[in-house]
């Protein structure tokens, strides 16, 4: 199974910061197939990003991934108040689908 | 209006059963592989099964297989999770989720996922 790896567990920061987030595989992710999930409290999870850079419909452009292998971020630019929330990767490419165990970004 | 529904969950006594529904509208649900995710209270997620476009290929994580069923009805727009031999550690809200169809295995649920039901709360307490 791949174990997917999230730091920071929490980050704590102001609206207008960029952010840049960080999973690691255990192993090397097949085809670059890295997905990334926004979560807030009481709803589900949203798509961000897929494909390891590929922006799901509707996600605002200061939202990026990148990497490959089994090194991957996703970087938000210029926070603004609805992007503190929990976010999770997911990677895609062997059989068994797994998760990270996601990093809290809070509001300093 | 585009969404997937969950139903059936419960509160069980551990061994007990559940048929958790998923109800999809607003788009071609047959065009789409469907998985079950789960999320424990306080916890993150995990990927329990998933279940190609026409019913073929299903397939589970381990720590359900052999006790969980997945299947749909594309004739109803619906997906289905059977769940027998409960256990405390499969306490959590069951989400339904849709294929985004970007992999290019033949298990086309092996994806990421673009749309999310608000879940389905499954505890499992004597």
């Known amino acids: 199974d791949i174990v997917l790896t999230q730091s920071p567990g929490t980050l704590s920061l102001s609206p207008g910061e960029k952010v840049t987030l960080s999973c690691r595989a255990s192993?090397?992710?097949?085809?670059?197939?890295l997905a990334w999930y926004q979560q807030k409290p009481g709803q589900a999870p949203r798509l961000l990003i897929y494909?390891?850079?590929s922006r799901a419909t509707g996600i605002p452009d200061r939202f990026s991934g990148s990497g490959s292998g089994t090194d991957f971020t996703l970087t938000i630019n210029r926070l603004e108040p609805e992007d503190f929330a929990v976010y999770y990767c997911?990677?895609?490419?062997?059989?068994?689908?797994?998760f990270g165990g996601g990093t809290k970004v809070e509001i300093k | 209006e585009v969404q997937l529904v969950e139903s059936g969950g419960g509160v069980v006594r551990p061994g007990g059963s559940l048929r958790l529904s998923c109800a999809a509208s607003?788009?071609?649900?047959?065009?789409?592989?469907m998985s079950w995710v789960r999320q424990a209270p306080g916890k993150g997620l995990e990927w329990v099964s998933g279940?190609?476009?026409?019913?073929?290929?299903?397939d589970y994580a381990d720590s359900v297989r052999g006790r969980f069923t997945i299947s749909r009805d594309n004739a109803k727009k619906s997906l289905y999770l059977q769940v027998n031999g409960l256990r405390a550690e499969d306490t959590a809200l069951y989400h339904c989720?849709?294929?985004?169809?970007?992999?290019?295995?033949?298990?086309?649920?092996?994806?990421?996922?673009?749309?999310w039901g608000q879940g389905t709360m499954v505890t499992v307490s004597s």
């Open positions: 989720a849709r294929a985004i169809g970007h992999s290019a295995s033949h298990y086309k649920y092996r994806d990421a996922f673009d749309m």
């Open positions: 607003g788009f071609t649900f047959d065009d789409f592989a």
């Open positions: 279940i190609n476009w026409n019913g073929g290929s299903p």
């Open positions: 192993q090397s992710v097949s085809s670059g197939y």
């Open positions: 494909g390891a850079f």
């Open positions: 997911q990677q895609y490419g062997s059989s068994l689908l797994t």
